[in-house]
Nanobody, 124 residues
């Protein structure tokens, strides 16, 4: 069982930045593709970004492309998402997810393990 714990959420003004972290308990973290999803109040969960197990391929939702950057540090069993130029539409609970298949996907059904999420609130 892989446990994922997110941190780094908070309140930020529009135009600001945050970096979210997701620490994994699994010692073979490097085998997993990792992703970030978000869910705003009253809306369905949506894909934000993903990174392949090897770190050499990344994927982004069109809505965050050019503003968000996903990365991983396998030595720390941690995946990050750097979020710049945030806007109020970015207000949501952000959750990380792990996929043992390792390739990365925008489909939430591909991910076996999920964290509890961290709240990001962007004020206008």
């Amino acid at each position: 069982q892989v446990q994922l714990v997110e941190s780094g959420g908070g309140l930020v003004q529009a135009g600001g930045s945050l970096r979210l972290s997701c620490a994994a308990s699994e010692r073979i973290f490097s085998n997993y593709a990792m992703a970030w999803f978000r869910q705003a109040p009253g809306k369905e969960r949506e894909f934000v970004a993903a990174i392949k197990w090897s770190g050499d391929r990344t994927y982004y939702a069109d809505s965050v492309k050019g503003r968000f950057t996903i990365s991983r540090d396998d030595a720390k069993n941690t995946v990050y998402v750097q979020m710049n130029s945030l806007n109020p539409e970015g207000t949501a609970v952000y959750s990380c997810a792990a996929d043992l298949r390792g390739l990365g996907s925008s489909r939430s059904s591909q991910y076996e393990y999920w964290g509890q999420g961290t709240q990001v609130t962007v004020s206008s």
